[in-house]
């Protein structure tokens, strides 16, 4: 039984472009959470979300984040026009139950030049 | 959900236990007490949870107090492998989802 799984496992990106941050909850999990973690910092809980619907946001940043979970297919995060601020570990929890222990991706190392 | 005080930083020998504290004083009567840990770069990765009885599985035991104002969670032998952060978290059940992680205590098992 495969876990949460992130891609990719890095990610450079030059100011200004696009990041796009994947996550596949495991098998039978219909909750995912974001999460993002900045050098020598703990998690910050960003975004929950259920099949086709984000539940709460308010750890987001207003501008330039958004997440979606389609109905098929894995979770995105997606940020746009990357500032040298969004170099983080990005990751991805899952859980079967809205209120169930999380299992975590290994994360995704965003590092903007 | 109810603040968590954490040592900073332990050590602990391997082969020994290790006794993480965590205070939670303002915990209230719906709240649970999650441990977490995350190993160097890693995802954090769930070891216990508990509302206030004691519990075990088979990586830790979870001690709370009977006023629920503290808890140990205790690796009854530590080995190298069990150098992490360790985070300590309370949460209202049905809350849903955000675990707020604190600063944890960076706990060193030495050889």
């Known amino acids: 039984n495969a876990g949460v799984m992130q891609n990719p496992r890095h990610l450079v990106r030059r100011r200004g472009q696009e990041a796009r941050l994947r996550c596949s909850p495991m098998?039978?999990?219909?909750?995912v959470y974001w999460y993002r973690q900045l050098p020598e910092e703990g998690l910050k809980f960003m975004v929950y979300?259920?099949?086709?619907?984000?539940?709460?946001e308010s750890g987001m940043p207003k501008e330039r984040f958004s997440a979606e979970f389609p109905k098929e297919g894995p979770s995105i995060l997606r940020i746009q026009q990357v500032v040298r601020g969004d170099s983080a570990a990005y990751f991805c929890?899952?859980?079967?139950?809205?209120?169930?222990?999380?299992?975590f991706g290994p994360g995704t190392r965003l590092t903007v030049t | 959900d109810a603040k968590t005080t954490q040592p900073p930083s332990m050590d602990c020998a391997e082969g020994r236990a290790a006794n993480l504290p965590c205070n939670h004083s303002?915990?209230?009567?719906?709240?649970?007490v999650y441990w977490y840990r995350q190993i160097h770069s890693q995802g954090p990765q769930y070891i216990i949870h508990?509302?206030?009885n004691n519990e075990t599985n088979e990586m830790a035991s979870l001690i709370i107090t009977e006023d629920r104002k503290s808890s140990t969670l205790i690796l009854p032998h530590a080995t190298l492998r069990d150098t992490a952060v360790y985070y300590c978290?309370?949460?209202?059940?049905?809350?849903?989802?955000?675990?707020?992680f604190g600063k944890g205590t960076s706990l060193l098992v030495t050889p």
């Open positions: 929890a899952s859980s079967a139950i809205q209120d169930g222990e999380q299992y």
């Open positions: 098998k039978g999990h219909s909750h």
């Open positions: 979300l259920q099949k086709e619907n984000i539940i709460d």
């Open positions: 303002t915990i209230s009567g719906n709240e649970y």
């Open positions: 508990g509302l206030k």
């Open positions: 978290i309370v949460r209202v059940e049905n809350s849903g989802y955000a675990l707020n």
